[in-house]
């Protein structure tokens, strides 16, 4: 089945350690997104990419880092550099082709720093 | 102002209730809007797409005003399983490609 998956669903880090989140989809979907939600609030988008080897910051990108090295991976890293990582993160992809397409998401990945 | 807004919440309906949800967004070229749900501790599925004309999915009637950047979500005949978030979503086109922009999410509780 086509669908975008994201591992682990759970990930616990401890203060000052990097970690990066798993982002895959078989769609041929063009354009992949990253969001953060936190508890009661809505999403926001860290990173997007429209195409492979490009991608833009969103509205909170600091602390963040990603790549787009294939059309079917985008990888989001959280660095030591993010004040307060504690989240729940969401990937997300659309084609780019039929401009009124919704967006896909993943199951997301709940992050907790200890 | 934010850019998509959407009524504070929460709504408690009993189960048959009809129930409104208003939405607004502040970008005119917006091109594109949905209907998200969301359950607890899950990713948002879209509910249904909004057209100009408005469109109807069973119990469901999504309305669009462009002139008044007005969206909004009627659920007739409320269900327990309509209980979740139901999150706005305008789609525009930034000078990189596409972005989708979501409201805070309002929620519904239906109880029995």
């Known amino acids: 089945d086509g669908g975008i998956t994201q591992s682990p669903k759970y990930l616990f880090r401890k203060e000052g350690q990097n970690v990066t989140l798993s982002c895959e989809q078989n769609?041929?979907?063009?354009?992949m997104y990253w969001y953060r939600q936190d508890p009661g609030q809505g999403l926001r988008l860290i990173y997007y990419s429209q195409i492979v080897n490009d991608f833009q910051k969103g509205d909170i990108a600091e602390g963040y880092s990603v790549s787009r090295e294939k059309k079917e991976s985008f990888p989001l890293t959280v660095t030591s550099a993010q004040k307060n990582p504690t989240a729940f993160y969401l990937c997300?992809?659309?084609?780019?082709?039929?401009?009124?397409?919704?967006?896909?998401f993943g199951p997301g990945t709940r992050l907790t720093v200890l | 102002r934010k850019e998509v807004e959407q009524d504070p919440g929460p709504f408690n309906v009993p189960e048959g209730a009809t129930v409104a949800f208003n939405c607004t967004y502040s970008?005119?070229?917006?091109?594109?809007f949905f209907w998200y749900r969301q359950d607890c501790r899950k990713e948002p599925k879209l509910l249904m797409s909004?057209?100009?004309s408005g469109n109807e999915d069973g119990r469901f009637t999504a309305q669009l005003n462009r002139a008044s950047q007005y969206i909004s979500l009627l659920i007739r005949d409320s269900k327990l399983s309509d209980s979740a978030t139901y999150l706005c979503v305008v789609n525009s086109r930034d000078n990189y490609g596409q972005n989708f922009v979501f409201g805070p999410g309002t929620r519904l509780s239906v109880l029995p």
């Open positions: 909004v057209y100009s």
């Open positions: 970008n005119s070229a917006s091109q594109s």
């Open positions: 769609l041929n979907h063009d354009a």
């Open positions: 997300a992809s659309t084609p780019t082709r039929v401009y009124y397409n919704e967006q896909f």
